[in-house]
């Protein structure tokens, strides 16, 4: 599995560019399965400024629709297509000055009504390789937030978020066809990200709240960011220590729990994240590339590691 980021999709847009036909036909080559996601420009995060109201999101929709269709396809092969990032974060669903503020509920309804739309104009491609999911959430959201800075106050779990989506457009996760989450090591719900292994199971499995907050406890999950910062608040992990939990997370949840059928840590490879990272931006692995890639390659029935 591996998720790419296609960041240039607005209303109007009706074809893909070609490096992200490039880069999903080289995902095939690999025998990788593609987890798209969608994401207006980098430098504009207004995505509740491209509906035609907050409930409404026909034009978008077909944006995304007609990028997908766009795209290479490898028979019986199915492309995961996430609709939007962390909408329960301020700077990803941003907010006009003159709005004033939005609440959690507020966004909540919007980003439900967008993923239907999205959702239906998907499924009307009617290519059943192409699956929908709904924009993975930070597990510890925003009550709301003030857009003149887009700043907000914490507060809203992502398990409540979901049951904000759920009343504001009813039946709105019965239009995925699985469950999208940032469910990263921490002690707590929301709270105590990147402690050690031993530490970390209420975050590392953190989607069995989120599919029991949709009333979905057997939707199969794509855990689209996952992992161990080597800084963060109170802690300051090796290198070798962050490569060792993450494979006793590959034996003990990743690979192992029922509801999980992908997963793409966070992140490969990138300049602003490599605290993150598996590779260095020269291309040399870090220990967590080498000793997850041995620990996979031991396993029956691996591809050939040469």
Not at 210 to 234: D, Y
């Amino acid at each position: 599995w591996v998720t790419v980021i296609f960041a240039d999709i607005v209303p109007g847009r009706t074809s893909a560019e070609p490096s992200w036909k490039s880069s999903i036909a080289d995902a095939y080559a690999r025998d990788l399965i593609p987890v798209i996601r969608m994401a207006p420009p980098w430098g504009d995060r207004r995505v509740r400024n491209m509906g035609e109201s907050p409930t409404s999101y026909q034009a978008l929709a077909k944006a995304y629709a007609d990028v997908i269709a766009d795209l290479p396809k490898r028979a019986e092969w199915p492309p995961y297509v996430q609709v939007h990032n962390e909408p329960n974060l301020c700077y990803e669903w941003a907010c006009d000055a003159a709005v004033g503020s939005l609440s959690a509920q507020e966004i909540a309804s919007e980003y439900a009504h967008m993923l239907r739309d999205v959702a239906d104009a998907l499924h009307a491609l009617a290519d059943p390789r192409i699956r929908v999911l709904n924009g993975a959430l930070a597990p510890g959201g925003v009550n709301s937030c003030e857009c003149s800075t887009q700043a907000g106050s914490p507060g809203t779990l992502a398990t409540q978020f979901l049951e904000y989506m759920a009343q504001a457009v009813p039946g709105v996760f019965d239009t995925i066809d699985a469950f999208a989450s940032h469910s990263y090591p921490a002690k707590g719900e929301g709270w105590g990200f990147f402690p050690p292994y031993a530490e970390a199971q209420t975050g590392l499995v953190y989607f069995e709240k989120e599919l029991a907050a949709i009333g979905k406890p057997n939707l199969k999950v794509v855990v689209t960011e996952t992992g161990w910062s080597i800084q963060h608040e109170a802690y300051n992990h090796t290198r070798d220590e962050v490569a060792d939990w993450s494979v006793l997370a590959y034996q003990n949840v990743w690979e192992t729990h029922p509801s999980i059928v992908g997963i793409t840590p966070f992140i490969l490879r990138d300049a602003s994240w490599d605290k993150f990272a598996w590779v260095e931006l020269g291309g040399t692995p870090y220990p967590v590339y080498d000793k997850v890639r041995a620990y996979r390659c031991s396993q029956p029935g691996a591809l050939s590691c040469q």
